[in-house]
């Protein structure tokens, strides 16, 4: 399922802690340039995907930074509907000259009109609510790349594993070709080939540990706490895969998007800005009383100003007309996007259902075929009954075919990852 919390409302906008409980955002903390965020403790342990993504929620700067935009699209939103300050303004010269002294006072208000404030303030909450969607987009981005990395980490855990497994294997291949090269049942050359590939194996487990420990050192990045020591990530790659059902993809892909929100409130932040620069040619209204008074009596003066522009050369004729191809931009992105994500969804679709495939045939034929060829192999090798070349051959198949349905396992779980972020789920598997 999609988030079922959206961004707030403008009925909302007045209340920000009230309307970040409604939108899922959080109120934003700030940290002091010379300051740090509380992190947890580094300490080596183990850790589940929930864990992780959880922590990542809580800490990675990302999410902070985009707390803190949010923050200042509000404080744009509220500055751009405030009322222009009255102005105090003699309209005259003050004159100093003995009993020809004259003293004016005055003010002006200049008079919005056309409803200017309102359009713009409509044009601030657009982009208001696109911060907020940008904070939502950004999150689940975070959160597909918590789990893919999470997942690159359980692969990494399992090639060791299984490489260990397979190392003790051909380590008693070997050893059981050196008894039959004693008891003269096998040449030189035998044992020096299962020496070899018990050799290759080792050099693959050194690789697949070092490949590890730097998967660890990478999510723990990913997460936003790099010094934070993984010592195992919980999970089981052998777990069933999660199915995802193609038409809710494409609908939720080209229309529910976080980035679609995005793009659709582009076009009615344009529109508005449209009607913004074509009400701008109504000039706005500066009015103001003014009072002169001098130093003999009977010199008092009162008056009212009106000042106003004359709207005759510039109509805003030229802002109009780019605000009119910003509505076209803007309509024609959306298309562009919603192109882009189906076929993003297409792509980790068909990627995870083949991946998915080919970890069912491994687990019900190839796996189960390979292992019994290996006992069998094992067996009649130990006592005579297979040639050299057949238990070699049946040895370097298994450890192929291990490292294969791993690899497997990793891209089906990095798919769905992806799948996982472009639903834009909470929860996962």
């Not at 589940?48 to 990675?60: G, H, K, P, S, V």
């Not at 490489?163 to 004693?182: C, D, F, Y």
Request: net charge neutral; aromatic share 8%.
């Amino acid at each position: 399922r999609a988030q079922e919390s959206r961004p707030v409302t403008a009925a909302t906008y007045d209340d920000y802690p009230a309307g970040a409980r409604a939108s899922g955002l959080r109120q934003a903390t700030y940290v002091a340039p010379n300051g740090a965020h509380p992190l947890p403790p580094v300490r080596a342990a183990a850790y589940t995907l929930e864990q992780l993504t959880r922590m990542a929620d809580e800490n990675n700067p990302i999410l902070r930074r985009d707390l803190a935009r949010v923050e200042s699209a509000r404080g744009a939103r509220l500055q751009s509907g405030l009322y222009p300050n009255p102005r105090f303004d003699t309209n005259n010269p003050e004159v100093f000259a003995g009993r020809d002294t004259q003293l004016c006072v005055g003010f002006q208000q200049e008079i919005v009109v056309q409803g200017k404030l309102r359009l713009e303030q409509a044009a601030a909450t657009r982009a208001l609510q696109q911060a907020e969607w940008t904070w939502t987009q950004d999150r689940f981005d975070l959160f597909t790349s918590v789990r893919q990395q999470f997942y690159t980490v359980l692969a990494a855990q399992r090639r060791v594993e299984l490489l260990t497994q397979l190392g003790n294997i051909v380590q008693r291949s070997m050893e059981t070709g050196r008894k039959r090269e004693k008891a003269g049942e096998a040449n030189r050359t035998d044992v020096l080939l299962l020496t070899i590939d018990h050799q290759r194996v080792q050099v693959d487990l050194r690789n697949a540990q070092t490949l590890l420990a730097g998967a660890r050192r990478q999510l723990a990045a990913v997460v936003g706490v790099p010094d934070l020591i993984i010592s195992e990530a919980v999970g089981n790659l052998a777990d069933k895969l999660p199915d995802f059902d193609e038409a809710q993809l494409r609908n939720f892909v080209a229309n529910e998007h976080a980035q679609v929100q995005i793009s659709r409130l582009d076009i009615e932040r344009n529109r508005t800005l449209l009607r913004r620069a074509q009400v701008e040619p109504y000039p706005n209204v500066t009015v103001g009383p003014a009072y002169n008074f001098g130093v003999v009596p009977g010199r008092d003066q009162f008056w009212f100003n009106v000042n106003l522009p004359l709207p005759t050369w510039d109509r805003n004729q030229g802002n109009i007309r780019s605000a009119r191809a910003d509505i076209n931009d803007a309509a024609a992105s959306l298309s562009v996007l919603q192109n882009d994500l189906l076929r993003q969804a297409s792509d980790a679709l068909s990627r995870h259902r083949a991946a998915r495939e080919q970890v069912e045939q491994f687990e019900r034929e190839i796996l189960p075929n390979t292992n019994e060829t290996i006992r069998l192999a094992q067996d009649g090798y130990a006592k005579g009954l297979f040639d050299f070349a057949s238990y070699l051959q049946a040895q370097r198949t298994m450890v192929e075919t291990t490292k294969s349905y791993v690899d497997a396992l990793e891209t089906a779980w990095e798919s769905a990852a992806e799948l996982a972020g472009l639903l834009q789920l909470e929860k996962f598997p």
